[in-house]
Each structure stands twice: as C-alpha cells, then as structure tokens.
C-alpha cells in the first residue's frame, strides 16, 4: 500500500504540484492500494477539490483499493462533509452539524457526465444562483453580471466534458464572503485533451504533440477536436471556442484561469499581473483533466463588456458592426 | 414568407447546449432557408447564452450558405449579450466560408 498525505491547503500557485502529486502515487510500487490521508487537509480551491475527487473516481474505476484516513479529525472535515466531498466519494459519514443554506457562498461539489445531457442549463443557472441568489430573480443584464458570467463558465466547462472527456468529472464554485473573488472548479478523470484530438483527428493534430502541446492549442480559439467532425445530426456541435473565451474572460476579470491535462499545465495569473503565462510539464501526467477559473467579483459586473472585450482580443468580433442590418 | 422561430419558448432563458443548438437547425432551419424570403430568429425571453450554443446555431448556416443567409436571417429580441455572441458567430461564419474560398460579405 501507498500512501497519499495530502498537503494543508492547494491554491492556484499549489495546484501544479497538487496534480503531479495525484499522478505521482498511482505510479508508485504497491499501487494497487492507496491511503489517502486527509490529516492536514485544511483548505482546498474548488479546482483541487475536483480534481482529488476526480483522481478517487479513476482509482476506483482503476480497481485500485482506496482508502481515506483521518478524515475525521481533518481540519476540513466538516468543510469537505457540507460540499458532499465524502458522500460522492462513496463515504456517507453521519453529519454532527446543522446544514445551514449555502446560497451566496459556495455551491457542493455535483457529479458531471452524460446524464447531464440536454440539462446542461438548468444545472448551470442552480450553481450560479447558489454564488449569486439575488441576482438569480433579476432580468436586466446590466446588473446580474456575476450570475451571468458563473452561469457561463460552467455551462461551457460541463460541455467539454460531457462532448469530449468520456468519463465523469466534478464542478465545484465557492465565493469568498471575506475575500474578492468567486472561484469555479472543475475536473474529470476522462481521456484528457490529448487524447482526444488524438482520436478526433483534427487538421492540427500531430502525432508528436505533447501534453503541454495539446494544452496550449486547446486554449487557442477555433481548437477542437471535433470542430471538424459532423455529429449524429450530421452537422457540427462544437466550433472550439470555449476553452479560448474563458482564458480571455478570466483576464477581462483580473483573475487565474488554469488548465492541466496529462503532464501540460497551463496558467495565467492576471490577479499578480505577470506578464507570462506559467507553462509547464509536469513531472507525472494527471489523469484527466482539470479547469480553474478564480474571478475578482468586482470585474464581473459587467458581462457584456467582458464578453466583447474577449471576443476583440480572440479576432472572434469585428470593431464597428458589420451585420447591424440583420437585427431588428 | 417570414419564418418566425421563437428560442425562448423551445429552450428557456438561458441557452447553453451546442448539441441542441445544432438539433434546433438541422430540423427548424436548414430545411427552410431556400423556401422562405426570411428566417427570423427571436431571442425574446432569452436572458442569457453561451457561445457553444450560438456558434452551433449561427456558424454552418453563414460557413455553407454565405450570402444567401445573411439576406434571409434576421435576429429579433437580442439583448445586448446574446447580441455580441450573435455577432461573433456570424464573424465567424464568415471567415470559415472564405477560407473555403466563398465571397461572403454583410
């Protein structure tokens, strides 16, 4: 048996680290059982939440044997039992607490896979109005960015892996009462972004691409692996622009948009300005993959200017509005 | 003869799945567009969307029919933000159809 100590608390800057250490265990002898020992567990972003959660998925499926160890006396346990951590884990602990509405601070952790299917919205709005319930009964765009900009980029993140993970994966959203941000996690234990155009085959794919290859060019605009491919319906569902708009989004809001599959880990942190994105190959592929977008609230206000802007800067809108006469 | 097709009432406020964008158009438009002088798409009721969705909706129709479908599509009821991923997704029709060397222009 091997064990997993997992570490305190896994930020933006500690979830490089954090996935090369999930990959990292199941490579090790005596792997075919693993401790997981929650001991230290303090404080997890959603995007670690899901990714671990996502990571136990694949053990299990994986037949490995897992087990979690003190997770009784974690300092985030009862944090972990009111995101239904434990219960989607297959742990259904009694509960020593009162469960008091989580509307307007974080969203539990929900199972996505296919079942989602033609749901996609409803599960998306009921997360954003679990982060934002007063903006949920509004209709004016002006004034419900937030709900509208979570709404977004969780429908576009549930999309990916329902279209193109094939395995289930996890979404998570917090908002920091204390602190400036709103934070969406997601990860899945699918065949990772590689792999898929891999088998998609689009007209970018090279054999030699890599990870971290695969990765960067997911988050170019127009990259998907099925972008070129006809669907059931005989016609494209997918033109490949919703990895590329979230990046773009996410620096509109002055945030960290993060995204790692195999061994390609990509991030860009425009909440500390630096310049250049932090591209790296991580020492152990993780497998699946992971999205983590953290958003500074009081950027989101305006959805339709962090939308335009996005798509300016992506060459996906033209200045000035060629196609004015088509709307009426 | 105006085709008139309401997206509210088929999909709620808030439109978010290109899958069943691109079910809507194979069966409610692309059947349509050489019959009807016009095809109206009406956001009315829609509050929000993402670009899965009108990317799905929007792109092929202006990528394999060009002109003729920028002379029959007319967009009604668009809030500003559904108004922007519109736009875009006819932006990019366009640029997908010259590069399969059509002359397409608004």
Redo the contacts between chains.
């Keep these: 048996m091997v064990t997993l100590r997992l570490p305190a608390v896994v930020y933006d800057d500690g979830l490089a680290d954090f996935l090369t250490r999930l990959a990292w265990v199941a490579t090790q002898p005596g792997a075919e059982s693993i401790a997981v020992d929650f001991q230290d567990a303090q404080f997890y972003m959603p995007g670690a939440l899901t990714a671990l959660l996502a990571t136990l998925q694949r053990w299990v499926r994986d037949r490995r044997s897992v087990q979690l160890v003190n997770v009784l006396n974690a300092p985030a346990f009862s944090y972990l039992q009111r995101m239904d951590f434990f219960k989607l884990s297959g742990l259904d602990l009694p509960e020593a607490f009162m469960r008091h509405d989580a509307r307007g601070r974080f969203v539990p952790l929900h199972r996505v896979d296919g079942s989602l299917a033609r749901r996609v919205d409803e599960l998306s709005q009921q997360i954003a109005a679990c982060v934002f319930p007063a903006q949920a009964e509004l209709d004016d765009p002006e004034r419900t960015g937030p709900y509208d900009i979570v709404a977004y980029a969780v429908s576009e993140l549930i999309n990916n892996i329902i279209q193109h993970a094939r395995g289930p994966g996890y979404v998570a959203v917090q908002r920091y009462p204390k602190k400036p941000f709103v934070c969406i996690g997601i990860a899945d234990c699918g065949i990772g972004i590689r792999q898929s155009f891999a088998d998609g085959r689009p007209e970018f794919w090279d054999p030699a691409m890599t990870d971290l290859d695969a990765v960067r060019t997911a988050l170019l605009p127009r990259a998907s692996s099925k972008a070129h491919l006809g669907s059931a319906w005989g016609s494209r569902t997918n033109e490949g622009v919703g990895l590329s708009m979230l990046k773009e989004i996410t620096a509109g809001a002055d945030g960290v948009f993060t995204l790692g599959s195999g061994a390609g880990f990509f991030q860009a942190n425009t909440l500390q300005t630096r310049p250049w994105p932090n591209e790296v190959q991580l020492l152990a592929p993780y497998q699946g993959t992971l999205c983590s977008l953290l958003l500074s609230k009081e950027k989101l206000g305006n959805h339709q200017a962090l939308l335009l802007q996005a798509k300016q800067r992506l060459g996906l809108l033209q200045k000035g509005s060629p196609f004015d006469n088509l709307f009426t | 003869m105006n085709h008139e097709l309401h997206l509210g009432p088929q ?13 809507f ?2 069966r409610e438009i692309e059947p349509y567009l050489h019959t009807y002088e016009r095809i ?1 798409l009406d956001f009315t009721g829609v ?2 969307a ?3 969705f009108i ?2 909706l929007i ?2 129709l202006v990528e394999i029919h060009g002109n003729e479908s ?1 002379r029959k ?4 009821g ?4 559904v ?6 997704a ?3 029709g366009v640029q997908k159809a010259h590069e399969h060397g059509h002359h397409v222009s ?1």
């Excluded at chain 2, 999909?11 to 079910?23: K, N, R």
């Excluded at chain 2, 668009?78 to 933000?81: A, H, S, V």
């Design positions: 999909f709620g406020a808030f439109l978010a799945e290109g899958a069943l964008a691109a079910e158009r194979l109206t509050r929000n993402n670009s899965s990317n799905a792109v092929p920028l599509l007319r967009f009604q668009c809030n500003p933000i108004r922007i991923l519109v736009e875009s006819l932006t990019l608004a």
